[in-house]
């Protein structure tokens, strides 16, 4: 089933609902994972034709390669969280009183060319009065004695310009002075505005959406971090316990036909063997891709899991207390409602070709599902060990969590409330 996904890319909307959010979040990191892969034997595949064709005129080789950090994933840096960052209201206050300076600094510019023209034109007059009067005074008074007037003239001159320098001075520190007092009544308005804003519904709805956003950023965050070290997790500890290539090994050697999974099983009871030469004796059973009525899933579990022994207890004939037939999730839920925390059960689910095990927090319900489509049992994007059955499934989890997040231990089976059982029209 999990190998079906990732080659389809795909997921029934109805079995994603089946899945709890440690088995979706699971499952999206593998689809992920095959995105990644496919993604990279294309473009190795586009890098070797491109090898066998003459190389392009124009090529500047530039690649573009993520920043990744200790723990060998791409890094990212969240300003204002990182360590040695400003606080949030260290740079909100940083950004008003800049904002409130340059404010201040464009309206000083702007005065200081109105003054600036004002001077210009002030003392451009002055100089053009005196010249004419000079003009008309002593040239036309001395003519003999022009060099004398041109001396007093660039004296005149002189001083016009210096008078000038002064004034430009202290037109320049008074716009100075303005300037300063205009951006700390800007950076106070400012100030004022946000307070004000604060207050305001309108705002505070934004601010709530903001935080809101960033809760579900940061929950989305933690969710996949928690998945992919999960899967991780899961991972290493197949390896560890070995399980993952004993069983490769089992299954490499097992042909699982009708004739050798009766070899391989324990006895059954008298009903059972004559159930399977009746099954024997039909018509050749076909699997389709998916269940589709409650008739197909009893001849799926009649023609493929009762050889493998799927609901017994190990080593003996008996119904394992924890099996349930085809039942809904709503009514496993009801079974487990007065339960403690640990209580589960298994039932056969209407999906997927396999299980789905329902199991009771301290405070609700989980449910995971169980892939028992190839030739082992496992969880469908939890748990990557494969079990041989059902039963080495479930006593494996009893030992050990199916989750690290959850730490579910499978402590107490729910066993039947009703006469005949649930899974009596399974052994029909």
């Not at 904002?99 to 309206?107: D, G, L, N, S, Y």
């Not at 579910?408 to 039947?416: A, I, K, M, R, V």
């Amino acid at each position: 089933m999990l190998q079906q996904i990732l080659r389809d890319m795909y997921i029934d909307p109805e079995l994603l609902a089946e899945l709890n959010e440690e088995q979706k979040q699971i499952l999206f990191y593998k689809m992920r994972e095959e995105q990644l892969r496919r993604w990279r034997e294309r473009e190795e595949k586009a890098r070797m034709e491109e090898g066998l064709l003459p190389p392009p005129m124009v090529s500047d080789g530039k690649r573009v390669q993520w920043l990744r950090g200790k723990d060998g994933e791409v890094w990212v840096w969240v300003m204002g969280e990182a360590p040695g960052d400003k606080p949030y209201e260290q740079i909100s206050e940083e950004l008003m009183a800049e904002r409130a300076r340059q404010q201040a600094q464009r309206e000083a510019e702007e005065l200081w060319r109105q003054k600036e023209a004002e001077i210009t034109k002030k003392f451009r007059d002055a100089m053009a009065q005196e010249k004419a009067r000079i003009v008309a005074e002593k040239w036309k008074i001395e003519m003999e004695d022009r060099k004398a007037a041109k001396l007093e003239e660039e004296k005149i001159q002189e001083e016009l310009k210096k008078r000038e320098e002064e004034e430009r001075q202290k037109g320049e520190e008074l716009i100075r002075q303005q300037e300063e007092i205009r951006a700390k009544e800007l950076y106070l308005s400012l100030k004022q505005a946000q307070q004000h804003s604060q207050h305001s519904d309108d705002d505070q709805e934004w601010e709530e959406q903001l935080r809101r956003s960033k809760a579900a950023d940061e929950e989305r965050s933690h969710q996949a971090r928690r998945a992919r070290d999960e899967y991780r997790r899961q991972s290493l500890r197949a390896i560890q316990k070995g399980r993952v290539a004993g069983l490769s090994h089992l299954f490499q050697g097992t042909n699982l036909s009708n004739d050798q999974d009766i070899k391989l099983t324990f006895p059954l009871s008298p009903v059972s063997t004559l159930l399977m030469l009746c099954l024997s004796c039909s018509s050749i059973w076909e699997r389709p891709a998916r269940p589709f009525c409650r008739d197909v899933i009893v001849r799926w579990f009649k023609e493929e899991q009762l050889p493998r022994r799927a609901g017994f207890e190990r080593n003996s004939n008996r119904i394992a207390p924890w099996f349930h037939g085809i039942i809904s999730r709503q009514e496993a839920e009801e079974l487990l409602m007065n339960k403690s925390e640990g209580a589960f059960l298994v039932r056969v689910s209407e999906k997927i070709w396999g299980y789905a095990l329902s199991y009771r927090q301290q405070n609700g319900f989980k449910h995971f599902l169980v892939d028992a489509s190839g030739d082992f049992y496992s969880f469908l994007g939890v748990d990557p060990n494969r079990h041989p059955t059902l039963t080495d499934l479930i006593d494996f989890h009893k030992e050990e969590i199916i989750t690290s997040s959850g730490g579910e231990l499978l402590l107490e089976p729910c066993g039947q409330q009703k006469n005949p059982p649930d899974y009596s029209p399974l052994f029909e």
